[in-house]
């Protein structure tokens, strides 16, 4: 068993695939220590410099002292605190939505909200290029995964027309592609959505706090917020803290509290990570 594990370690080495974690010095910053030596950081998405803000670091030392360091559970057992129905409320306010629900990793809000929305009978239609966690989301929903190549409105509206399903549709897109940097067609893609009344879910991991008049993300940039049933996006990137969300319509978020799994099992945010959050905010 460890020998194949060996094997397959060396295979990957041979075709150039092999990762190891490179270890930063000191805090993130635009520049870090690195092997000793200071480098520019330009693979960091870090993108405001918040990591290391004075502001959220204070508002996390407050929320140890006050709150403690651990939520205990998770939110529908004891694990809601304070802090968790303020950072929902602030982000609601700061989307422009009805509520808001808060997720432990970006990771664990698309496994959940996914799997939430779609199961079987229903098709996912993802972008290609979609993050990983979409992916993962819906191979776990076991809804059919339909995948249409990157950007391509023409193809996604013929594989909408010929796809049968009796059960929701959902189409799901990156706002800002992760790997690319570029951003998905929103205007076009909600107007297929509201054709053949669809489901429609934007995950704005790299659009939440730098794109858009307010730092909204890719819905507000495009001009659809109102379009985008569920926006989703995270606190670790743009906001220098850790998390995500789901932002979206009272009954939708009511939804995901009954429904979305990596919500309901896993412990709650600790109050030091929603303090700064909130600062950030
Ligand atoms: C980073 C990222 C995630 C995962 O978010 P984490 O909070 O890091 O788990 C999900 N989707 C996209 C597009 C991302 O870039």
């Known amino acids: 068993m460890l020998e194949e594990i060996r094997q397959e370690l060396d295979?990957?080495?041979?075709?150039?695939l092999y990762r190891s974690m490179r270890q930063v010095q000191g805090a993130q910053g635009s520049r870090v220590v690195l092997d000793g030596k200071e480098v520019v950081l330009f693979?960091?998405?870090?993108?405001?410099?918040?990591?290391?803000?004075?502001?959220?670091?204070?508002?996390?030392?407050?929320?140890v002292e006050r709150f403690g360091t651990g939520s205990g559970a998770a939110r529908l057992v004891s694990g809601t605190m304070e802090l968790h129905g303020e950072l929902e409320r602030r982000i609601a306010a700061f989307k422009g939505t009805e509520a808001a629900l808060v997720f432990n990793a970006g990771y664990a809000a698309n496994v959940g909200i996914i799997g939430a929305l779609a199961g079987k009978g229903d098709v996912i239609f993802s972008d290609r290029l979609n993050h990983a966690s979409i992916v993962d989301?819906?191979?776990?929903?076991?809804?059919?995964?339909?995948?249409?190549?990157?950007?391509?409105?023409?193809?996604?509206?013929r594989l909408l027309q010929n796809t049968d399903c009796q059960g929701r549709r959902l189409?799901?897109?990156?706002?800002?592609f992760s790997m690319d940097g570029d951003l998905a067609p929103l205007a076009g893609i909600k107007a297929l959505k509201e054709e053949f009344g669809c489901l429609l879910m934007v995950d704005?991991?790299?659009?939440?706090?730098v794109l858009?008049?307010?730092?909204?993300?890719?819905?507000?940039?495009?001009?659809?917020a109102d379009g985008v049933d569920i926006q989703m996006g995270t606190l670790g990137k743009a906001l220098g803290s850790f998390g995500a969300y789901a932002a979206a319509k009272q009954?939708?978020?009511?939804?995901?509290?009954?429904?979305?799994r990596s919500f309901i099992f896993s412990t709650s945010l600790p109050p030091a990570v929603l303090a700064a959050s909130i600062a950030a905010l």
């Not at 693979?43 to 929320?63: F, M, V």
């Not at 989301?137 to 509206?157: E, F, K, T």
């Not at 009954?251 to 979305?260: H, K, S, T």
């Open 251 to 260: 009954e939708i978020i009511e939804y995901l509290v009954n429904r979305a």
């Open 43 to 63: 693979c960091s998405n870090n993108y405001l410099g918040l990591a290391d803000h004075p502001l959220l670091k204070e508002a996390a030392i407050r929320a």
């Open 171 to 176: 189409i799901v897109t990156d706002g800002v």
């Open 11 to 16: 295979e990957l080495k041979r075709l150039g």
């Open 204 to 209: 704005d991991a790299h659009g939440c706090g």
């Open 137 to 157: 989301g819906a191979i776990l929903s076991r809804a059919r995964l339909v995948r249409y190549p990157h950007n391509d409105l023409a193809a996604l509206r």
């Open 212 to 224: 858009g008049e307010h730092g909204r993300g890719s819905a507000e940039w495009c001009g659809v």
